[in-house]
């Protein structure tokens, strides 16, 4: 059964295979079960339990040599033997169940004889070096892949080292992935013998982590009912009121999505244009979004409408009928067939309106384009061979490590590999590879030299200079896109260009603030990593607010500390220099010796020190009075008469400089800081906007070092 036959709101893919297979009756693992329990078939042909994975195989792969499925079937049944599900099925049942999916998916003969072994390491007394006799190194590397890290030996890390191991296999091998996720999938459909705890625990894992990397791999079948599986155990309620209105919807005596399917069948019967048009209907996931999005929901948002074709050019030109005969929603039309998702799905997307209102949303690809958007990387079969001189006997060769890169492996992946070897500690690579699953878009901007970098949907340039360089980017000193000069911490779009800027000096090193700009995990790492190699020296302590001076002739300014209130009568206030606190800053305050309370920002790396170390926090607040002193560091590249221009745009803004700095330009690149009094707190977005706009300035921040706790 097909990972999508069990869901009813969601129908399996559409192949003349899958039209000759929709009679075959839902598969009864108790029936496997009792099946599997006889024991192996004789040698001359295959072991009836595992009929329904070679119909289903042979649908896909009619050529297939079937002999590596049934020697991989009595090796997985006589080591499972005894052994039982807490279902009460036979063990054999599992992985009996986890090839049937794949098998229906598409998945080559190497992967579903990988498939029936991949629990017979972890869970009996079969080795990999068994396995790699009997089948070959391809089919022992699979295996591995797919194999738990052992507790006893791993502890509390054994979960997230397990799915590290398994994302390094991946990198080599995409169709390990393809196992565990087909494994996940029949796991989480027989759930409910857990207890409540357990299955809310391995719900959550799958949902940062399998669904994530399902959408990125492109499985969408195997995505769209875990996502369902899900839903039903996190939010119960809710998946109880989208299936009362999915039963609600079914009961109508009208059906608007099939009448408007009908129409569209005529438009493009008139117009000449093979095509099979098909009711697709969401699954509970996409019905309770759709509900949140739209309100109360009408009969045709309960589906789209699906239409698949022999060519791409078929595509536009069924596109061309529907907009022309009926009322097209224009905003809704995207091209993913000129601009494939980055998990290689494509289609044609758009929207048509009937004059009740009703508006039903069409997809339009070929054939093969449907394949690929429910299988995804599975549809792709064995990366590493031409169909001439793939193995048939499943004991295909594979070279030493690192000879061969899989030619499916998407950038995504590439980068997780890469930032993983830099997170060690594996509660940083589990909570960081749940952030970066996180990021759901990717997009791709080019360098000046015709190569693309692939990112994440908000990165900024910092991000950029890593993912080019890794950390070679600690020297870089700026960023070009689309030709002109910009911050580091410039956002970007999906097909900008963008040309880094590389100092030569090598002992360049990358600004505190860069942090703040990073969002992919191979930028924070580096980053992070860089800083705590080079700690920068405590800032001395400011003597209290009252007594400093200007460091610098001024007009006689206001001391910044008058502007708190500090509930502690008789206590003198300061403000630290870690941070530079300025309206409407959120504040809190920390008592030091002789009566003195420092005043930090709420996000200073020094109040979590604090608050780590048991020191008591004192309330403060912002007074009355919002005028104030506050240091600036503006950034740029150097040339002619740039600090004229600086403080030119700093005295229009009606700013006074109490105090300027500016540091010996290194390799272009010059650092400028200022302490400034400001008459009124809320004007500081506006300056530093203004500071930011002279020629030459790429970046200006607030003061904000580490200090030591005081």
């Known amino acids: 059964m097909s990972a999508e036959a069990t869901n009813p709101a969601t129908p399996g893919p559409i192949t003349p295979a899958a039209q000759r297979r929709r009679g075959r009756?839902?598969?009864?693992?108790?029936?496997?079960?009792?099946?599997?329990?006889?024991?192996?078939?004789?040698?001359?042909?295959?072991?009836?339990a595992i009929g329904h994975v070679v119909e289903a195989h042979r649908a896909h792969h009619p050529d297939a040599d079937l002999d590596p499925l049934r020697r991989a079937y009595v090796l997985a049944e006589s080591s499972h033997r005894g052994q039982m599900r807490k279902s009460g099925e036979p063990y054999i049942t599992h992985p009996l169940?986890?090839?049937?999916?794949?098998?229906?998916?598409?998945?080559?003969?190497?992967?579903?004889?990988?498939?029936?072994?991949?629990?017979?390491?972890?869970?009996?007394?079969v080795t990999l070096d068994q396995v790699r006799a009997e089948f070959g190194e391809e089919v022992r590397y699979l295996v591995d892949g797919v194999t738990k890290l052992e507790k006893v030996d791993y502890g509390a890390a054994a979960e997230p080292e397990t799915f590290r191991k398994m994302l390094v296999?991946?990198?080599?091998?995409?169709?390990?992935?393809?196992?565990?996720?087909?494994?996940?999938?029949?796991?989480?459909?027989?759930?409910?013998?857990?207890r409540p705890e357990k299955q809310e625990r391995i719900a959550k894992v799958t949902k940062d982590v399998l669904i994530p990397l399902a959408e990125r791999l492109g499985v969408q079948a195997l995505k769209t009912e875990l996502e369902d599986l899900v839903f039903a155990i996190l939010r119960p309620e809710e998946y109880a009121h989208t299936r009362e209105l999915i039963v609600r919807n079914a009961s109508r005596t009208d059906d608007p999505l099939a009448e408007i399917a009908e129409e569209v069948r005529g438009v493009l019967r008139e117009a000449g244009l093979q095509a099979e048009v098909l009711i697709r209907p969401r699954h509970f996931v996409s019905v309770h979004r759709t509900s949140r999005k739209r309100g109360e929901m009408r009969g045709a948002d309960f589906g789209r409408l699906l239409v698949l074709v022999n060519e791409d050019a078929d595509c536009y030109g069924v596109l061309g009928e529907l907009h022309t005969c009926l009322t097209p929603v224009v905003s809704e039309f995207k091209d993913f067939i000129a601009v494939p998702k980055f998990n290689l799905y494509q289609s044609l997307h758009t929207a048509v309106a009937r004059p009740d209102g009703q508006v039903a949303e069409v997809l339009?690809?070929?054939?093969?384009?449907?394949?690929?958007?429910?299988?995804?990387?599975?549809?792709?079969?064995?990366?590493?061979?031409?169909?001439?001189?793939?193995?048939?006997?499943?004991?295909?060769?594979?070279?030493?490590?690192?000879?061969?890169?899989?030619p499916t492996r998407p950038g995504w992946l590439s980068r997780l590999l890469?930032?993983?070897?830099?997170?060690?500690?594996?509660?940083?690579?589990?909570?960081?590879?749940?952030?970066?699953?996180?990021?759901?878009r990717e997009i791709t901007v080019f360098r000046p030299d015709g190569g693309t970098l692939g990112l994440p949907a908000g990165a900024s340039c910092v991000d950029a200079a890593y993912a080019q360089y890794g950390e070679d980017a600690h020297a870089c000193i700026g960023a070009r896109v689309n030709g002109r000069l910009a911050r580091l911490s410039t956002v970007l779009s999906d097909g900008d260009t963008v040309q880094l800027l590389m100092g030569q000096d090598p002992a360049s090193e990358p600004s505190r603030e860069w942090l703040e700009h990073a969002h992919t995990p191979v930028a924070r790492i580096a980053i992070t990593r860089w800083l705590a190699a080079h700690p920068a020296p405590a800032t001395p302590s400011e003597a209290p607010a009252a007594t400093r001076r200007p460091a610098a002739e001024g007009p006689a300014a206001r001391p910044a500390a008058a502007d708190v209130v500090v509930d502690r009568p008789g206590?003198?206030?300061?403000?630290?220099?870690c941070c530079t606190p300025v309206p409407p800053d959120a504040i809190t305050g920390f008592a030091v010796r002789g009566g003195v309370v420092t005043v930090h920002r709420v996000e200073c790396a020094a109040v979590a020190r604090m608050k780590s170390a048991q020191r008591a926090e004192v309330e403060v607040r912002w007074g009355d009075i919002s005028e104030c002193r506050v240091t600036l560091f503006a950034e740029s590249f150097g040339r002619p008469h740039l600090l004229a221009d600086l403080t030119e745009a700093i005295a229009l803004e009606g700013v006074a400089i109490v105090s300027a700095t500016v540091e010996p330009p290194s390799q272009q690149r010059v650092r400028h800081t200022y302490t400034l009094q400001l008459p009124d707190a809320a004007h500081l977005p506006a300056l530093m906007r203004a500071m930011r706009n002279v020629p030459g300035v790429f970046d200006v921040t607030r003061a904000h070092h580490p200090s030591p706790t005081p």
């Open 418 to 440: 890469d930032w993983q070897e830099a997170a060690p500690d594996p509660d940083t690579f589990w909570s960081t590879l749940r952030e970066d699953l996180a990021q759901d």
């Open 571 to 577: 206590a003198t206030v300061r403000l630290a220099g």
């Open 364 to 406: 339009i690809r070929t054939h093969q384009m449907h394949k690929v958007a429910e299988a995804g990387v599975i549809a792709l079969g064995n990366p590493y061979a031409s169909p001439a001189d793939e193995p048939t006997d499943g004991g295909g060769t594979r070279p030493a490590d690192g000879e061969r890169a899989d």
């Open 97 to 125: 169940a986890v090839t049937l999916i794949l098998a229906e998916l598409g998945a080559e003969t190497t992967t579903l004889t990988a498939s029936l072994l991949h629990d017979t390491v972890e869970d009996t007394e």
């Open 25 to 48: 009756p839902r598969i009864d693992l108790r029936r496997l079960g009792r099946a599997a329990l006889l024991g192996p078939a004789a040698r001359d042909r295959l072991p009836d």
């Open 169 to 194: 296999a991946t990198g080599s091998d995409v169709r390990v992935m393809s196992i565990k996720l087909a494994d996940r999938l029949h796991n989480m459909r027989t759930l409910g013998v857990m």
